[in-house]
């Protein structure tokens, strides 16, 4: 039965595909496609894994079994029996094995697919003993998974090519490979890099809002995504067809033919428009009236440097330097492989600038997905970004020294992100002179930089002077700046529809800082989503702003409307907008 489930739009496009589930779990649990050469290796771990699960029952048993009758209920003793049962049930091992064989799955992920399967079928039995079951399974599956940490895994693969698939195919064909859809209830950061070069078609989450960092890395894929969905996890099981409408933030569950053929037009139609778009790949960001725009991309890794210049990016406005951090159970990358990292991503852009931002951690960037920050009752008021940093002077050092040693491959600008006190600027400045003096008393090379500062806490927004005094540049982070300013957590789908980028107070802060920059003559970037969002292009060009950092999938839609700006004509206008005490009412183009 089709059915439809509405989030929020987060990344353009139509995406039509099987629905691939990520059970949660209370232990991080790694997802990856493995060779096909890799599958008898894989369920070798599997078995490795589950037969030490079995022999911990075995060992409880035995020691069970040396106490007296009074001393062991005798529900115990069948509650053993039950999860030996479960974890030799044919349909729990043939199911993973069959994720791991037919879809290439790591044990792991196969393990908690299989569940989620076997779940629903529990939650529908009519015996209450049968359905309280359940959580015996969960409880084992968990104990699976901690014992698979400790079973060597294979080196993970290149993720596996799907072939192309027409509509017809869709339509005609359910034997063959054609696009996945992922579902989850959350991804963190380092789930999204960890799919980033997969095949998966698009996302859907229940959670998150339009600029949180599942929505913002979505966005960097090129692909569609829908987030802040609810229930969409629990709704949707594993291999139905879904749509995502990521234009309209909708979902659609097991489509007609009928809807089928009518989103696969969308979906061409939407490939035709990107294909006009690349034909402005090498053409010059200059508005109607001689203004030079420059149009720089974000990035989360090196390896996203070719990807950027090919969308035409004179630049990189912001590399998020935090992804090289996550994800490895605390073991913090040390300065030669952060080094390395930082002068792949200079000599990937061919001499145009990188700005590298220190380690943003924190909030709804936790380290590892396991290790999120429940000892403060708001993470995102809490230690971290630069307070992070400045409270682990060894990390931060070894990460200056290491962006400094980079600086010598390539034009490096270093940016500082949640500034908010000059105490905080000055400890910051001498950290990077002690980083520097560090380098010259080993005899490394370095090379200069230039340094900015992050506007992104309306504090910062409020006394820039302090802050033009200090830095080289300035780069406003409007998705920070916007949840600080209105007391909106960014990630919270239940909020979403108040985290408003045309709220007078949010203009009135961008406006300030464009215009402060200009007048001390101290470049101003945007980096934030705002810079890619095409319904804002004008205005933040009649505010003045001349450098745009966005995704590299949003440049070229950019660029389309710096071409046809005329930057002069729109500041009148822009200045009304931002007086307005209802900006969106005068957003209609000028």
């Not at 966005?219 to 139905?240: E, H, K, T």
Request: hydrophobic share 45%.
């Amino acid at each position: 039965m089709t059915f439809s489930i509405h989030g929020l739009a987060v990344a353009r496009g139509i995406a039509i595909g099987r629905a691939v589930l990520v059970a949660s779990s209370r232990i991080d649990v790694a997802h990856y496609f493995i060779e096909a050469s890799q599958v008898e290796a894989e369920i070798d771990r599997l078995r490795l894994g589950r037969n030490a699960v079995v022999d911990e029952i075995h060992r409880l048993q035995a020691s069970i079994g040396n106490m007296g009758p009074k001393e062991t209920p005798h529900e115990l003793k069948a509650l053993l029996d039950v999860h030996l049962m479960l974890l030799q049930d044919d349909e729990l091992i043939g199911g993973v094995k069959h994720w791991i064989t037919q879809r290439l799955y790591n044990a792991e992920w196969a393990l908690t697919t299989q569940l989620e399967v076997i779940a629903r079928q529990f939650d529908e039995m009519e015996d209450e003993y049968l359905r309280e079951r359940k959580a015996d399974l969960e409880q084992l599956a968990e104990k699976v998974l901690r014992a698979l940490k400790g079973v060597a895994s294979p080196v993970l693969p290149p993720a596996r090519a799907l072939r192309k698939k027409s509509q017809q195919d869709l339509l005609l064909d359910d034997t063959v490979d054609v696009p996945l859809i992922l579902i989850a209830h959350d991804l963190s950061p380092a789930d999204m890099l960890q799919f980033k070069h997969s095949v998966f078609a698009g996302f859907i989450t229940d959670v998150g809002g339009k600029t949180s960092h599942t929505a913002i890395v979505a966005r960097s894929l090129n692909i569609p995504a829908v987030v802040g969905a609810r229930l969409a996890s629990q709704l949707v099981r594993q291999d139905d067809w879904v749509i995502i409408d990521g234009d309209a933030g909708v979902v659609v569950v097991d489509p007609s033919p009928i809807i089928l053929a009518e989103y696969g037009f969308k979906q061409r139609q939407g490939e035709l428009e990107r294909g006009r778009l690349g034909r402005l790949r090498h053409t010059p960001a200059v508005t109607l009236d001689g203004q030079k725009i420059e149009l720089l991309a974000n990035i989360e890794m090196p390896e996203d440097a070719p990807g950027a210049l090919q969308a035409g990016a004179v630049g990189v406005g912001l590399f998020r330097s935090e992804f090289l951090f996550m994800g490895r159970q605390g073991r913090l990358p040390n300065e030669e492989e952060q080094y390395q990292a930082y002068r792949r991503a200079l000599e990937g852009m061919h001499g145009l600038p990188v700005t590298i931002r220190t380690v943003d951690i924190g909030a709804d960037k936790p380290l590892d997905k396991a290790l999120r920050d429940d000892a403060h009752l708001n993470p995102a008021l809490g230690l971290r970004a630069i307070r992070w940093s400045l409270a682990d002077p060894a990390m931060f050092l070894t990460q200056l020294r290491a962006i400094l040693r980079a600086a010598v491959h390539g034009q490096a600008n270093l940016l500082i992100p949640m500034l908010a006190h000059a105490s905080e600027i000055r400890q910051t400045l001498a950290l990077i002179e002690q980083a520097r003096a560090e380098l010259d008393h080993r005899g490394v090379a370095h090379g200069p930089v230039k340094i900015g500062a992050m506007i992104e806490i309306p504090a910062a927004a409020l006394t820039l002077q302090v802050f033009l005094r200090y830095f080289d540049f300035l780069s406003i982070g409007t998705n920070d700046l916007i949840q600080y300013t209105l007391a909106i957590d960014r990630a919270d789908e239940s909020v979403a529809h108040l985290y408003d980028p045309l709220h007078p107070a949010v203009l009135r802060l961008v406006a300030l800082t464009i215009a402060a920059g200009s007048a001390q003559g101290k470049p101003v970037s945007l980096c934030g989503e705002m810079a890619g969002d095409i319904s804002l292009t004008r205005l933040l060009l009649g505010l003045g702003l001349r450098s745009f950092s966005m995704h590299p999938a949003q440049i070229l839609a950019v660029k389309q409307e710096v071409l046809r700006a005329d930057a002069g004509k729109l500041v009148a206008w822009a200045e009304q907008v931002v007086a307005d005490d209802e900006p969106g009412l005068r957003m209609s183009k000028p």
